[in-house]
């Protein structure tokens, strides 16, 4: 069993994944355009067919999916935040700067009680993240 992280970005998936490929080096798996749906039954909306029906990209060891699903309203991320762990401090300086551009600090990266770097942030595309150092190993 496996529970993987699906986001919708209303519009800016194509943006989002070359956002994330130069900032902290995603990689882009697979990715299948509306126009290219195989299902005659599952048109896309007016002005999606060039739209992301359907992504999946890695980061690190982690498998994410997206979309650009229809609608008008923005994309909202309630409930839902993503952590990413790193392996020490200038790592997560370096991919926290990455991720705050064109977005916000939620909380700066700062020392805690668990961990040497701690951080929040909400991306350019309105996705909360967390950016964390892995406890040493024992």
Known sequence: MKVQ?????RG????????YKKSIGADV????????????TMKAPPGFDEKVM????RIGDTLLMADDSPGNAPAEFKG????IEVDDDAEAQRVFTALVEGGKVTMAL????????????T??????????VAAPKA
């Open 29 to 40: 798996t697979g990715l299948m355009r509306w126009k290219e749906c195989p299902d005659a």
């Open 12 to 19: 800016h998936c194509e943006e989002a994944l070359e956002f």
């Open 110 to 121: 700062t020392k805690t009680f668990w961990t040497s770097s701690f951080g929040m942030l």
């Open 54 to 57: 359907n992504a999946s990209f």
């Open 80 to 83: 839902v935040t993503l952590a």
């Open 5 to 9: 992280a699906y986001i919708s970005y």
């Open 123 to 132: 991306d350019k595309f309105g996705v909360p993240w967390m950016v964390n």
